[in-house]
């Protein structure tokens, strides 16, 4: 495999708080040096005798590759709407280079030899990807999957994700399951009960527009549920089980995590950039929003909130609440989308779009720094899904860590154009959106997977 130099960017790793200039040396594709000493020339010389391929990174942040803990492959089953290989091009497009599949794939991913298919390097990716398999089999919410075989086999975690798991004698069995073998369970919080026949969310939007709508309890009366169960265990059988909560879009459900864990429990959660970019009158039709009235792009479940509820996400970002961005990349094909909003399935296409509209959201408009927010997309999501450990180094710029980089010019604003799509489907609501930080090349495992 051959050598690259990055040279001349800024290299920001959140993981060593680093954020300085330097070369970083690449070579079988792990991280052999990062040099500070820019102007020594010792680099240099390593990298001519290398025959390495030197990449200019002027003007350009050096960052570890996003890792995307919550995507829709669609592979096997659903191969109209995306692939392993068309999914991991867009995800390097996007400056991702981790990508956790999720099962809801046709069968559903609930044993070794279909987790396995979709880990397979038979199925080309460009990313490297990781999976949860399915928390029950079928992803039915009855009989757990055989967590321990999976486990052997790679699962980083497990979840029925797009359908929650509302048995509570089920869902205890699942945290103590993976309890015992140090990992999450991902939980999809809504109680489906609550949400039949709905399409977006409950309020004055859904009312003007005569949809029905999915009440933020839906979400919060789950998140309070897995709470308790998990104190139930901890004290019960003194184990200590890891609950990740998806795409949190209330302020009631983050208002319970934030209580849980100021009370030591272990819990996790994620927002996507979609629930901090858009309202529910985009779902009216709001041309600031770039939507048009009943406009299927703009559907997803959980769906989109009120501005009171953006403004609770994006709160929960900046005062540490939330832990991971991530996009749950659900692709569709054109026509599943184009039809009367209720039939419409839920989900957008989010894997090019993650970083440019978290850095305008978080960094420009709302002051975080941006170590910060690379913080939640990189070095978080490798720490808090325990990917080190599980033997994935990736999340950082350090020596001896996996060469997966991801270099981006963080000042250059951008309109996203989804007829550039890498990806099968153009499901996406921020097709026009405005973008800040563009990516010039993506690295995995050692090799440019993308350049601009």
């Not at 010389?45 to 995307?68: S, Y």
Request: net charge negative; charged share 25%; aromatic share 4%.
């Amino acid at each position: 495999m051959s050598a690259i130099l990055l040279r001349g960017g800024r290299v920001i790793d959140p993981a060593s708080g680093c954020n300085d200039f330097a070369d970083v040396l690449v070579e079988n594709g792990i991280i052999r040096e990062v040099d500070f000493t820019t102007q020594s020339g010792e680099l240099d010389a390593l990298a001519k005798n290398m025959r390495a391929e030197v990449l200019d990174c002027t003007g350009c942040i050096v960052a570890p590759g996003i890792i995307d803990a919550h995507v829709h492959l669609r592979e096997p089953g659903q191969t109209h709407k995306e692939t392993i290989a068309t999914g991991t091009q867009a995800a390097v497009a996007g400056g991702v280079t981790t990508v956790v599949a999720m099962p809801n794939t046709t069968p559903v991913t609930d044993s070794v030899a279909l987790l396995e298919f979709v880990q397979s390097v038979q199925r080309d990716p460009s990313a490297r990807v990781l999976a949860m398999p399915a928390a029950t089999v079928g992803s039915m919410g009855g009989e757990l999957t055989d967590y321990a075989a999976l486990a052997e086999a790679g699962a980083v975690g497990f979840t029925d994700d797009g359908k929650p798991v509302l048995a509570d004698e089920v869902m205890k069995k699942a945290l103590l399951e993976a309890a015992r073998l140090g990992l999450p369970i991902s939980q999809h919080a809504e109680d489906t009960r609550m949400t039949v026949g709905a399409s977006m969310n409950f309020g004055p939007v859904a009312f003007r527009l005569g949809l029905r709508g999915m009440p933020i309890e839906a979400e919060s009366s789950i998140v309070e549920r897995d709470i308790r169960l998990l104190e139930e265990i901890e004290r019960e059988a003194r184990l200590r089980p890891h609950l990740h909560v998806q795409h949190v879009s209330t302020a009631k459900a983050l208002a319970a995590i934030r209580d849980a864990k100021s009370r030591g429990l272990h819990v996790t959660c994620e927002v996507a950039p979609h629930h901090i970019a858009f309202t529910d009158e985009a779902i009216a039709g709001d041309p600031a929003q770039g939507s048009r009235r009943y406009d299927t792009h703009f559907k997803m479940n959980p769906p989109l909130r009120s501005r009171a509820e953006v403004d609770a996400c994006i709160a929960a970002v900046l005062d540490g609440t939330v832990d991971i961005i991530a996009t749950d990349h659900a692709p569709h094909a054109h026509h599943e989308k184009n039809v009367e909003f209720e039939r419409a399935p839920n989900g957008i296409t989010g894997l090019e779009t993650s970083l440019g509209a978290s850095l305008r959201i978080l960094n420009r408009e709302h002051g975080m720094p941006l170590i910060d927010v690379l913080a939640l997309m990189t070095s978080a999501p490798a720490e808090k899904l325990h990917l080190r450990r599980l033997g994935h180094d990736v999340g950082r710029i350090q020596t001896g860590a996996f060469a997966d980089v991801m270099v981006f010019d963080a000042a250059a604003e951008w309109t996203y154009d989804v007829r550039m799509t890498r990806s099968k489907s153009r499901n996406t609501p921020f097709d026009g959106a405005p973008m800040l930080g563009k990516v010039k090349f993506t690295l995995v495992k050692g090799e440019v997977k993308y350049r601009a």
